[in-house]
């Protein structure tokens, strides 16, 4: 018996959208709603729709690990990379960023 199937289901069907925490992107007095896809202690992938241009300096402000300076590294088709200044400040956004979204409600 395979409970997994049910969940993978339910998933498949969700928006990425829906199923990805909304941050704020922060450029200059400009900000953008998108949506965190991976985060850890180097950086996060961002699904956005008008990405800052590469090398652009950034603010990234998450509903509960709060905010942290990041730098745009590369330009996808789907979204950007940002990185973090790899310090102690860039570990804490990251697990309080995980952190958040294994312990929030669905």
Known sequence: MRHW???????????????????????GENFESVALRHI?????????LTPPALGSTVVLRHPD???????VAEI?????RVAFDRNE???????????????RGN
């Open 40 to 48: 850890d202690a180097r950086g996060a992938r961002l699904d956005t």
């Open 5 to 27: 199937h049910n969940f993978d289901h339910v998933t498949a069907m969700a928006s990425p959208w829906r199923r990805r925490r909304v941050c704020q992107l922060v450029l």
């Open 89 to 103: 400040a860039a570990v804490a956004f990251a697990l309080a960023a995980i952190t958040a979204d294994m312990t």
């Open 65 to 71: 690990a709060g905010s942290i300076q990041a730098r």
């Open 76 to 80: 996808g088709d789907d979204g950007i």
